[in-house]
């Protein structure tokens, strides 16, 4: 069954640190892996997707297949980096509906 | 401004009071979903539905219901709330391609924050 796994509830780094938010996935078919972000008080937002392969606000991510994994990076965090980020597959099911599935999300604190 | 809109955003209710949330969206999307959102547990599908008239089940329909009536309109229905639904939730929409009509791409709303004495 599919699966994403984000390890780390809990991130905090120091303003110029870099940052790594963890996503591991689960899936037999071809993925395609998104990350998502939520800053307070705003709706949840599309950050990146793998297939795009562009920087969002000097985020990246890489789709591992042999890993199986698709982490986000950034090598200098800012202050209005905090915020809770979502990694997601889209995945098709038996019914051939493609839907998609979260992981449990990382609240990311940047420390001044 | 294209946007989905959820009301109510907050609501407060007790036990077996039936409830309905509604969402409604002005982008022409074919698809619409319901999530809730716990700590720890992340977003989870409730319902979802990919065009007027067809819905199906997401990974945690227990408790809700929901009708496609109309693309625009997604409303959630909680026929006799418990206090297990104290929740955050979130309807998302996007629009199809010729790959199927979910890209992965969901616009939000801003929640409804649901509250079940």
């Known amino acids: 069954a599919q699966r994403v796994t984000q390890p780390e509830k809990l991130l905090s780094v120091f303003k110029g640190a870099p940052v790594e938010l963890k996503c591991n996935y689960s899936y037999s078919g071809s993925p395609e892996l998104f990350w998502y972000v939520q800053y307070s008080r705003q709706r949840l937002q599309l950050l990146l997707r793998h297939i795009s392969r562009e920087s969002i606000k000097g985020f990246t991510a890489d789709l591992n297949k042999g890993e199986t994994s698709f982490h986000l990076k950034k090598p200098f965090a800012q202050e209005e980096d905090s915020a809770m980020y979502y990694c997601?597959?889209?995945?098709?099911?038996?019914?051939?509906?493609?839907?998609?599935?979260f992981g449990s999300g990382t609240q990311l604190t940047v420390l001044p | 401004e294209a946007q989905v809109t959820q009301n109510p955003r907050y609501l407060i209710t007790v036990t077996g009071k039936k409830l309905t949330v509604t969402c409604s969206q002005n982008?022409?999307?074919?698809?619409m979903s319901w999530y809730r959102q716990d700590p720890g547990l992340g977003l989870r599908q409730i319902y979802y539905?990919?065009?007027?008239?067809?819905?199906d089940k997401g990974d945690v329909p227990e408790g809700y219901k929901v009708s496609r009536k109309e693309k625009r309109n997604f409303p959630l229905i909680l026929e006799s709330p418990s206090p297990n639904q104290t929740s955050l939730y979130f309807c998302?929409?996007?629009?199809?391609?010729?790959?199927?009509?979910?890209?992965?791409?969901?616009?939000f709303g801003e929640g409804s924050r649901l509250t079940v004495l």
């Open positions: 997601a597959l889209l995945w098709i099911s038996s019914g051939s509906a493609r839907q998609l599935t």
């Open positions: 539905s990919m065009n007027v008239e067809v819905t």
């Open positions: 998302a929409s996007t629009q199809g391609t010729s790959g199927g009509p979910n890209t992965g791409e969901l616009f």
């Open positions: 982008m022409n999307h074919e698809y």
